[in-house]
């Protein structure tokens, strides 16, 4: 898969993933003006791009505030997304190259005000699913959240992943209709417990892309 030019979906207005994508935006806005006054930490896991973040954080009042970490293991996506960190001055923003699935990348900033999980859950399998859940306690702060998406293809596991984060502690914010015709969903669940101590050296998936997935349905 060349994941630079999958890129250039979100490029189509119209498409799913440009749908999803003003979604994710869109929360990611309403997440931060709802943050209390101070630093403001942010992770994304398989950032791609960090289109989701670099749409909103450069006009956002709150730029200053945050510092992020966003991690993807394509060089050429990391190399995009370096680029518009640098173009629009977000010297708080962190873009490393590195599997996003290992807890370590992200201990000097968790836990986070915000964790994007945005184009994971429908690349990798319902048991990595449910660890990843589980790492966010170790990711998200107390009245922090977490932004997530998934597709609705057959086996729709969208009512799964809510039940998973509501079983440990998240409340369901927000999530997209169920529409015959809408096929992306974006999730947001705030977490109301208390976080769990980063446990070095976890690794929660393994990325095994969509198209190897779809066999199993």
């Not at 690794?203 to 190897?212: I, L, N, P, T």
């Amino acid at each position: 898969m060349d994941w630079q030019k999958w890129h250039d979906r979100y490029d189509t207005p119209e498409s799913p993933l440009a749908r999803r994508l003003r979604w994710v935006q869109d929360r990611i806005r309403l997440a931060l003006d709802d943050a209390p006054p101070g630093p403001l930490r942010v992770v994304s896991l398989c950032a791609g791009q960090g289109r989701d973040l670099f749409g909103v954080l450069p006009a956002h009042p709150r730029r200053a505030d945050v510092r992020a970490r966003l991690v993807e293991l394509d060089p050429a996506n990391v190399a995009a997304a370096t680029e518009s960190a640098r173009a629009t001055g977000l010297d708080g923003v962190d873009i490393l190259t590195g599997d996003a699935a290992l807890l370590d990348h992200y201990a000097d900033l968790v836990p986070a005000d915000l964790v994007l999980l945005c184009g994971v859950f429908g690349n990798i399998t319902d048991a990595d699913i449910e660890r990843t859940v589980e790492a966010c306690r170790q990711l998200c702060r107390s009245g922090g959240r977490v932004i997530w998406t998934r597709h609705r293809k057959s086996p729709d596991r969208v009512p799964q992943v809510c039940e998973w984060f509501e079983q440990r502690g998240f409340t369901r914010e927000w999530l997209t209709e169920a529409e015959p015709d809408q096929v992306q969903s974006v999730g947001v669940h705030r977490f109301d417990a208390d976080p769990v101590p980063l446990r070095p050296g976890t690794r929660v998936f393994d990325f095994v892309g969509y198209e190897a997935l779809r066999p199993r349905a």
